[in-house]
C-alpha cells in the first residue's frame, strides 16, 4: 500500500518561496507518476504539476511555469515542489497524489493515491 505524506506548508507574504516534500513509502512501481494537486474552499481540486517516474517529464499548469518547480527525492520516491514568487492565487491545501499512470493523473485527475494535505497561505 503506498502512503504519501506531505510537509513544507506555510504561510508565507507575496513574492515569497516555500518548497513542498513529499515522502512516498510502498512504491513498487518505478514507472509511477507522481504530482502536486490544490484545492481552495468551494473549487474544485485542480492539478499544479507532475512528475512522471518514467521518462522524467515534468509538466505544469500555465499558471505556475517559471514559478514552480517539480523535481524528485534522487535517492527515493520522493517528490518536491519548489514554489517561488508566490501570489495570493497560489494559497489552498496543496495534495500530493501517485498514480500508475501519467494520464491518471494529469488528464483524468484520477490518481490512486492521496497524501492527507499541506496549508500554503500566500498573504501580507
Known amino acids: 500500500q503506498v502512503q504519501l505524506v506531505e510537509s513544507g506548508g506555510a504561510s508565507v507574504q507575496p513574492g515569497g518561496s516555500l518548497k513542498l516534500s513529499c515522502r512516498a513509502s510502498?512504491?513498487?512501481?518505478?514507472?509511477?507518476?507522481m504530482g502536486w494537486f490544490r484545492q481552495v474552499p468551494g473549487k474544485e481540486r485542480e492539478v499544479v504539476a507532475a512528475?512522471?517516474?518514467?521518462?522524467?517529464?515534468?509538466i505544469y499548469i500555465d499558471s505556475v511555469k517559471d514559478r514552480f518547480t517539480i523535481f524528485r527525492d534522487k535517492k527515493s520516491f520522493g517528490i518536491y515542489l519548489q514554489m517561488n514568487s508566490l501570489i495570493n492565487e497560489d494559497s489552498g491545501v496543496y495534495y500530493c497524489?501517485?498514480?500508475?499512470?501519467?494520464?491518471?493523473?494529469?488528464?483524468?485527475?484520477?490518481?490512486?493515491?492521496w497524501g492527507q494535505g499541506t496549508q500554503v497561505t500566500v498573504s501580507l
Open positions: 510502498g512504491v513498487t512501481l518505478d514507472t509511477i507518476t
Open positions: 512528475y512522471d517516474f518514467f521518462d522524467r517529464k515534468t
Open positions: 497524489a501517485a498514480a500508475d499512470t501519467f494520464w491518471k493523473l494529469w488528464e483524468d485527475h484520477t490518481p490512486s493515491y
